[in-house]
């Protein structure tokens, strides 16, 4: 089966800039995750999909990163604007999520860097 | 919230085992994985266990959870160049937490 999609897979932005990344998961996968992995650190969870709709966005900051899966496949990212402290490797998840033990397949990421 | 704690790195020899630890702190974790990262690419899922078990073996992987101390930790065995990653051990309760991962260099 194909893997988790990802687009870019690099992006160079100066700060005050808006960027906008794009995540297919794998087919027939309800559950879908954005996460922020700073270098040297383990991703945190930014944002849970199921289906369409939020399961979990606390950790999120909403003054300036939004997501969105529109008709419960493909999901975008974005941040707006993006400060220096947004460099990061940002990676989408899906998992088949009434299936334990749950895992989650990965993409490769996107690797930010705001100068 | 939740805590998930790892050593940064660890060198071993070709052919030596490998034995990396983490702690957590959610006792309600029920679930516990270990995931291996490559350089520049995502996450993948080596193995987990339920955390009503103590050990699960799976090849050259072997997994001991200490619940009470809320220890858990991966042996290699027979560890070899290819096994050289970053790894992350990740509790679930509500939601997954990662660990800040662990680099192994296996050295030839």
């Known amino acids: 089966e194909a893997g988790v999609a990802q687009s870019p897979r690099y992006k160079i932005i100066e700060k005050r800039q808006s960027v906008a990344f794009w995540c297919n998961p794998i087919?027939?996968?309800?559950?879908l995750y954005w996460y922020q992995q700073i270098l040297g650190q383990g991703p945190k969870l930014l944002i849970q999909f199921q289906n369409n709709g939020v399961v979990d966005d606390s950790q999120l900051p909403k003054d300036r990163f939004s997501a969105e899966r529109l008709k419960g496949v493909d999901s975008t990212l974005k941040i707006q604007p993006a400060k220096l402290e947004d460099s990061a490797v940002y990676l989408c998840a899906s998992s088949p999520s009434r299936r334990v033990p749950y895992e989650q397949y990965f993409g490769p990421g996107t690797r930010l860097t705001v100068t | 919230g939740e805590d998930v704690e790892q050593s940064l790195f660890l060198s071993v020899r070709e052919g030596d085992s490998s034995v990396i630890n983490c702690t957590y702190t959610d006792s309600s974790s029920t679930y516990l994985y270990w995931y291996k990262q490559e350089p520049g690419a995502g996450l993948q899922l080596l193995t987990y266990?339920?955390?009503?078990?103590d050990m699960k073996q799976d090849q050259r992987l072997t997994v001991l959870l200490n619940k009470k101390d809320k220890h858990l930790s991966l042996r290699i065995a027979d560890t070899q160049t290819g096994d050289s990653a970053i790894y992350f051990c990740a509790e679930r309760y509500q939601k997954v937490t990662f660990g800040t991962g662990t680099k192994l260099q296996v050295i030839p």
């Open positions: 087919s027939g996968h309800a559950t």
């Open positions: 266990i339920f955390s009503n078990m």
